[in-house]
């Protein structure tokens, strides 16, 4: 026991945010970032009605409609009057338009084509594709096994996270991880993935660092004498890969997450956890957009670095969330855990993470235990319904304990906040 709490304590390892992705500075094989972001579009045409559709498709068969392959020389033909390349499309059902990703020639304005774009009634909208960053990272990880680890996990005693188990633990829960690669089979996150899928075009789906890392603050394995234990260690996660790791950082676009977050519609996750951040995007937000009207918790972290906190995060509706040593961002900012956070990371090893992108992962391991408890709360009752702790630091900004109490009238733990209005019959 000494031995390790002596390891963790010498483990003193500073990490500063990763900073926006560039123009320019893409991986080859990765679509939007071949070439600089700004010489490829996405331009969206129409779906036909649901109740006009002859061959009445669903989210898995809409890919064959009868109307598919019109769409598609309805979009080889837009390239070619622009002189652009037609590189891929992807149907997004969840907000009635296939999407197909283009590249314009060498030199070619893109503000100009998409000025053009945006005046034919063939196209719904056209736009950018823009690049998105996690917002965290580590610094180095180290292999070791043992529960002192569980230990010190800053969120471990000011949660109540041992008692907090004797009520919820996030079971049957399906959280979308929409990040870099999880290693799946990490001996703490080993059964706790239940679906791998990857959305980034011309690479494999591998484990990385940032992926792994949010996975196992969310859902890692509680009571199997190793490593950590998740917020939800009973939640299951979907693993979706619209990230990967590059020198500059773990970077996302526009196209990689808006695959995974129609994937995360149409396979029904009850949280979807955006550990990024990148500016306004509007494919991004109208899938979020739709999330949330399905009654989707959406989780996104905070960009210290931009006044507004970044996309998602300044979203409404958007759990918002910063790590609770940064700057504050406003009343609907949460704070929770983001400074030297011990989770999983590849290779069957162990390391310590700060940023708020496992503040954000914190926040959705917290909602997949409330929806275990009160899966039919709103999403404006369950921001009504959190808690925060007060009084100085290390207090994590959420009073976990107080929020199941209020929100559900009961508490295995020690309440300190009884008195805080009962939302338990709220629906």
Not at 44 to 67: E, I, K, N, V
Not at 160 to 179: F, H, P, W, Y
């Amino acid at each position: 026991m000494k031995r390790w709490a002596a390891l963790i304590v010498c483990m003193l390892w500073v990490y500063a945010g990763l900073p926006g992705a560039q123009a320019g500075q893409g991986e080859p094989g990765v679509p939007g970032v071949a070439a600089p972001a700004a010489a490829e579009i996405l331009v969206m045409l129409h779906l036909p009605a649901p109740h006009f559709r002859a061959d009445g498709y669903s989210g898995a068969s809409y890919r064959d409609d009868a109307g598919r392959q019109a769409r598609q020389r309805i979009a080889a033909t837009l390239a070619r009057e622009h002189g652009m390349q037609l590189m891929e499309d992807w149907p997004m059902p969840a907000l009635n338009v296939d999407c197909y990703r283009m590249r314009l020639a060498a030199g070619q304005d893109p503000a100009a084509v998409l000025a053009a774009l945006s005046r034919d009634s063939r196209v719904a909208w056209a736009q950018a594709i823009q690049d998105f960053s996690a917002q965290g990272a580590a610094s180095g990880a180290v292999t070791g096994t043992g529960d002192p680890l569980y230990r010190v996990q800053p969120a471990a005693a000011p949660w109540q996270l041992q008692q907090l188990r004797k009520s919820a633990t996030g079971r049957k829960v399906l959280v979308a991880v929409i990040d870099s690669g999880v290693e799946a089979a990490h001996p703490d996150l080993a059964g706790q993935v239940a679906v791998q899928e990857n959305f980034v075009d011309g690479q494999s789906y591998v484990a990385e660092e940032h992926g792994t890392a949010v996975a196992g603050v969310i859902a890692a394995r509680a009571d199997n004498g190793i490593g950590i234990a998740g917020i939800a260690p009973d939640a299951r996660l979907m693993a979706l890969r619209a990230c990967w790791q590059a020198d500059s950082g773990t970077r996302c676009n526009s196209f990689t997450l808006a695959k995974a977050l129609n994937y995360a519609l149409l396979h029904n996750a009850q949280v979807i956890n955006l550990s990024l951040s990148g500016p306004p995007d509007r494919l991004l937000q109208q899938l979020v957009g739709v999330a949330q009207a399905r009654g989707i918790r959406v989780v996104g972290a905070i960009d210290p670095t931009r006044s507004d906190g970044g996309f998602p995060a300044n979203s409404p509706g958007v759990f918002a969330v910063a790590a609770d040593d940064a700057p504050h961002h406003g009343e609907q900012c949460l704070l929770a855990p983001g400074r030297d956070v011990p989770t999983t990371m590849p290779g069957a090893r162990w390391g310590m993470v700060s940023g708020s992108s496992y503040a954000a992962a914190h926040v959705s391991g917290m909602l997949a235990v409330i929806g275990e408890l009160k899966p039919q709360l709103s999403g404006e009752r369950l921001h009504e319904g959190i808690v925060r702790a007060s009084g100085p630091a290390p207090l994590t900004g959420i009073d976990l304990c107080a929020t199941i109490m209020r929100i559900t009238g009961k508490c295995s733990c020690a309440c300190p906040n009884p008195s805080t209005e009962n939302l338990a019959r709220s629906p």
